[in-house]
């Protein structure tokens, strides 16, 4: 079974930045990828960037490209998100999740994930 852990959320002014952590555990993770996804209030869950565990290789929203940054360590099995010059826009819970693949495409819909973590709040202000 696999587990997600995210940390790292918190409260920060407009302008600053975050590191997310997922601390992933439970398979070998060669054939996964691995996305972060955020949901703010009365909003639909959104997808925020993937990276692929086997080469590194890596796909980012629009609204996050340029600003946010995903990385693996495969050493300790955790996928970070380097969050800067974040806005109260991207005030949200943001998840971790994967999927296993074979292929090399990237997915962006929640209900292409199998596994989810708990979530973590991350709050900007104005």
């Known amino acids: 079974q696999v587990q997600l852990v995210e940390s790292g959320g918190g409260l920060v002014q407009a302008g600053g930045s975050l590191r997310l952590s997922c601390a992933a555990s439970g398979r070998t993770f060669s054939r996964y990828y691995m996305g972060w996804f955020r949901q703010a209030p009365g909003k639909e869950r959104e997808f925020v960037a993937v990276i692929s565990w086997r080469d590194g290789s890596l796909y980012y929203a629009d609204s996050v490209k340029g600003r946010f940054t995903i990385s693996r360590d495969g050493a300790k099995n955790t996928v970070y998100l380097q969050m800067n010059s974040l806005k109260p826009e991207d005030t949200a819970v943001y998840y971790c999740?994967?999927?296993?693949?074979?292929?090399?495409?990237?997915?962006?819909?929640?209900?292409?994930?199998?596994?989810w973590g708990q979530g973590t709040q991350v709050t900007v202000s104005s």
């Open positions: 999740a994967a999927y296993s693949s074979a292929s090399y495409s990237y997915k962006v819909r929640t209900d292409e994930y199998d596994y």
